[in-house]
């Protein structure tokens, strides 16, 4: 009997459609077994793939229904094609002829196949049939501004076309410097009261709890930076006002929306460094060279810094149970704060931060049976390795990061509108309230320690 020859194909397969199937079948022609490589949506993001509108799981389930592909697998690195080759002795690698070339590489391991395309079909143009472009406005002239009218270009699903500040000369000399915001408004309720439907806050913090209330009642989703609120109660009050009005309140906090960051969370999970015991992260930054208002530098490196550090050990450890502060204040304010969390079975969070001194801005996790390292600044996410007694186990993780990593969280939160969802994976709402647990209790330990000054 013949050796049965094995076929192996990859693809995004996003709204899967007959340009995909016809390869599909045409690549299955050439042997007798097909396995077919769902790109996974962190590898997808990392290759530039930002509007990609299903799951990996809704696509791999799409692939498995058809009944002439005989495996489906995840694809989830650049490498991971010349292992597969190798893994599953595969004869032949397919692919459509828009990638000629591009994968001559891999002649080395297997024949290498280039099909035609169906002409006149695509996933990009079945997005554009399917889904509106979504209008955004941008509340303030912060620092993060320009950065994200810049990222937001990369979002096809995305328009951002309004702007809103009270500031009036500031306003009018930004509408004139940009010529794709057309529209800039100096009323917070004439700006609500067009048809954008969501807006992105980037104002001082203590405005943002005020602007983010007024917009989820107006009925738009919500992308604000963090902190949301600087209270408690009104955190949970905004939590819940946006599920009530059943829209979809996001913290800017774009580490949680990284490719390599969420990878690095999937690849923990599966519990490669053991039981994690500990995670310690840092974050500083001299604002005051930057010539930042002193307004925005008296929130204190807690309000400004604290939720990175939180991401990350509340994405790891879960919940944080009891939670110690060593601070060190200027006037008035804390310019530097050891905060270390405790979670479940004891497991321990160190987070540093500070505007007031520059430090290495890394991060470790460490597990029972080896370490995860993330270089400075891990915050932007681009390597990490997992270290282990016997270095020769160790190994280096490295992604592709696209401009200034805003692009995917814009990805995010415009795909999650488009998809009636409003809760993110990457950051849900328990996910908020844990990461700001930290700053909330901070501000309510002083608000309690000034009052016991005044009344002594
Ligand atoms: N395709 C096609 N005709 C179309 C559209 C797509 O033949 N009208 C083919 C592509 O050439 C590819 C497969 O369908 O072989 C999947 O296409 P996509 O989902 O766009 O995935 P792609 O980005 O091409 O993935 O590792 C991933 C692969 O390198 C390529």
Known sequence: MQNKKTIITYGTYD??????????????????????????????RSRGKLNVSQSTADRVKAIEALDFVDMVIVEKHKNQKAEDMVKYDVDIFAIGDDWVGAFDYLNEYTHVEYLPRTEGISSTKL???????????????????????????FVSSIKVNRIYANDFLELKAFTKEHKTIKYGHDNYDEFLDTSIEAVYIDTALEQHYTLIKRALEAGKHVLCENPLALDKGELKELLSLAKR???LLLSALKTAFLPAFNQLLQELGTGVIGDIKEVRATRTSLYKEKDYADTFIQQ????????????????????????????????GYDINNLIVTQHKNGALGISNVAIGMKSEGDAVISGTKGYAYIPAPWWLTKTFEFRFEDSHKSHTYKYEFEGCGLRYMIAEFSSLIQRGKR?????????????????????DSKKNKNKKEEEA
């Open 15 to 44: 709204m899967l459609h007959i340009g995909h199937m016809n390869l599909l079948e045409r690549a299955k022609a050439l042997g007798d077994y097909l396995i077919v490589g769902v790109t996974d949506e962190n590898y997808d």
């Open 300 to 331: 204190g490196a807690t309000n400004i810094l604290s939720s990175y550090p939180s991401l990350l050990v509340n994405k790891i450890l879960g919940k944080s149970k009891n939670i110690t502060f060593f601070d060190q204040e200027e006037e």
């Open 245 to 247: 009005e059943k829209k």
């Open 127 to 153: 997005r554009k049939e399917n889904f509106d472009i979504i209008k955004m406005g941008i509340v303030g002239l912060g620092r993060d501004t320009q950065a994200f009218i810049d990222e937001s270009g």
């Open 423 to 443: 809760k993110s994976k990457m950051l849900s709402p328990s996910d908020m309230v844990g990461i700001n647990r930290v700053l909330l209790e901070y501000n």
